[in-house]
């Protein structure tokens, strides 16, 4: 039974801590200032946050060819492509 308690309680663990740290549109939408300069929400139309956190990532860690080097933390990346993912809402 101790088990079964141990199970639920990892479960239950991990699924606040995922839920805590799930990406913010609106905290997107500040963060994505940083990019307006040259980018708009129109410009990722059509892709999801998964593919767009996936391009951001690669951008910052200078993968990807940009036209100015950025630095976003992991939160800001995900609540970008979250904001942008939802077509800029």
């Known amino acids: 039974m101790q088990i079964v ?3 639920l309680l990892m479960a239950l663990i991990a699924f606040v801590y995922s839920d805590a740290h799930a ?3 609106q905290a997107g939408r500040a963060a994505a200032q ?3 300069q040259c980018h708009e929400a129109d410009d ?3 892709e999801d946050a998964a593919s767009l956190e ?3 990532k690669d951008i910052v860690a200078g993968k990807v060819k940009h036209r100015t080097k950025i630095d976003l933390t992991p939160a800001e990346i995900a609540n970008i492509a ?8």
């Open 54 to 56: 996936s391009l951001i």
């Open 34 to 36: 940083k990019c307006v």
């Open 82 to 89: 979250a904001y942008w993912g939802s077509g800029g809402r």
């Open 23 to 25: 990406a913010d549109t």
């Open 44 to 46: 990722w139309e059509g």
């Open 5 to 7: 308690y141990s199970v």
